[in-house]
């Protein structure tokens, strides 16, 4: 099994100007949004794990409002590029010792984790909504 993983490194990722609101904001904010638009398959003997980076910001704000929602987003832009640097190195560890990817519960635990980082970041400025974070159901896998 082959793993081939990537997008997470692109930085800055590219920004996209919405309308009045991020519409379904993925950490909780409503002027900016990170978004990493990842997904995985699995063909043969190959897994792929692909990126698509994207910043949303929304039209109109004031140049100091907007560079605030930039560093914001950029904050959980570094949180999963940390993340990402941990599923691959995972993926890649499993791979070697022979043992099974468990893509669908690393791929869980990760928008998991990246969740929990947002929330630690929001409760920590005072900034942004703490949003619901359960537990996934399978174990960690290690
Ligand atoms: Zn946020």
Do not use: C, K
């Amino acid at each position: 099994m082959r793993l081939v993983f990537s997008g997470h490194q692109v930085n800055p990722p590219p920004l996209r100007y919405v309308g009045q609101r991020v519409a379904a904001p993925t950490y909780g904010d409503t002027n900016g949004s990170f978004r990493h638009n990842g997904t995985y398959y699995q063909d043969q003997d190959v897994l792929t794990v692909s990126f698509n980076l994207e910043i949303l910001i929304v039209n109109g704000l004031d140049p100091a409002t907007q560079a605030s929602v930039m560093a914001h987003e950029e904050e959980h832009r570094r949180d999963f590029a940390e993340q990402a640097e941990r599923l691959r190195l995972a993926i890649h560890r499993a791979l070697r010792q022979g043992r099974d990817h468990q893509i669908d519960a690393r791929w869980d635990w990760f928008n998991y984790d990246l969740r929990e980082a947002a929330n630690a970041y929001h409760r920590r400025v005072g900034q942004g909504d703490i949003i619901p974070n359960n537990e996934p159901g399978r174990p960690r896998p290690v």
